[in-house]
């Protein structure tokens, strides 16, 4: 893509955005993110912030990669809550089977972050995506039913060049501004994202202590018929929501630990890059699960999350977003 102009970005005025429409007002200027990982991209922008699934394979490990004592501290405190619930509660995130579990009904606020033409994805695009959504967790490209289901509710679109420019800078700024709902509803952000990263997310357990930077953000190019070669299938958005609704890489803890925390997703040592054929990264039995949703293969390598990981989303809701 070409580079926005550093000048035009600075200039650029904030539009107030309502659902179906937009007015123009006063930037209240960047609101940085810290702790996210770094890179320069490729509108020369300073390190980008990010909690991010990547197109490339060799970059270092993102927020979304808990070290083994940060995931031990989440899992003791997510224990604590589904112990409190009393038994017959909740199903283990531990084993592989998933008992029959009710039907999550998620529903959906969509906001288009444009710049003019560029990134005012259509509304048939949008529907395409949650369309994907739905048939990635309802088991509809070969992997297991998750029960999870999503109802787009409104559609919000926002034409301001610096919040496209650089998302990442003014998550601070436009999040507050755009999220609707609460704990339960997802607020899915499309953007344009420099460098090599196609989305980031926000874990549910970090919703009560800052709820309305809560959500999911993608690449717009990623959406289904998007522009990103190897990437534009809509998967980048199925793996971000994974992590929304508190799934791990499969590559957590590599080959050592608990991993990400489900039986049937064998371990992993690296990411994957690519859809290769055979990849056994880890002494354990199992071959790498490239073909999961919560690993970094092509979208067109994708096609399944495991019962495991369905329960885990159940588990994980029942905590902190039911």
Known sequence: MKPLAAAALLA???PAATFGQSAPSASTGPSARPGHESRDDDCGHPPAAAEARHRTDGHPRDRMDLSPAEAAAVERRLNRILDGLGPGKHGSSKGAGQRRAAQITIPVYFHVIHAGAKGNVSDAMIERQISTLNTSYGGGNGGADAHVSFTLKAVSRTDNAAWFGDPERYEGTYKPRLHKGGKSTLNLYST????????????????????????????????????????NKGFSATHEVGHWMGLYHTFQDGCSGEGDRVADTPAERDPTNGCPSFKDTCPVPGEDPVHNYMDYSYDTCMTSFTPGQGTRIHNVWTAYRA
């Open 192 to 231: 344009y994202i420099g460098g090599d990263l196609l989305g980031w997310s926000t874990f549910p357990w970090k919703y009560k202590s800052d709820p309305q930077m809560d959500g999911v953000t993608v690449h717009y190019a990623s959406m289904p018929g998007g522009s990103i070669e190897n990437f």
């Open 12 to 14: 650029a005025l904030v």
